[in-house]
């Protein structure tokens, strides 16, 4: 069993990037959901726990917390970005493990290739949940809430779908997911 621990980015009296009448507290909520929902509908032997699934505030260290006592085998937060932009980008820690690094290619590049947006990069930081988490950790950023065409993007259903499917993507092939068994139709 793979045990993925989705964390949607935000939450409660923390709305994250605002602009273009979205909250990205809301996005990151509903493409986790979307994740999560796949990945149970679509493959066997994966498990998922999320950080939160409704509108509240987790502190930063409550995230890395929760995945690190569960002993979840991969950390993925859930962001969409702000202040002058456009695309796709996904982060590791800065000590940039191997392993990490190689998950990161994996996801990252089935992600892009959901989307037909700019590949900003696989880079690293010091970010705290990346940090914290005693487990490989990636950090997506979907998209900028503030730039008009982005946002347009984000406003469609079927763009959060696409999104997920993704990240689901990436994930099946890091963690040799296993699809359910498809039976076939009855004859007619
Ligand atoms: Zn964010």
Known sequence: MAKIFIDPGHGGSDPGAVANGLQEKNLTLAIARHIREILLNEYQNVEVRMSRDRDVSVSLNERANMANRWGADFFLSIHNNAGGGTGFESFIHSSRPMRTRQLQQ???????????????????????VLRLSRMPALLTE????????????????SV???????????????FNLRRNQVYPPPPS
Do not use: E
């Open 106 to 128: 994996t996801i990252h590049r089935a992600i892009v290739q959901q989307l037909n947006v700019r590949d900003r990069g696989q880079k690293s930081a010091n970010f705290a």
């Open 160 to 174: 959060l779908q696409l999104i997920a499917r993704g990240h689901v993507n990436g994930l099946a092939s890091a």
């Open 142 to 157: 979907n998209l900028f809430v503030d730039n008009a065409n982005d946002a347009a993007l984000l406003r469609r259903a």
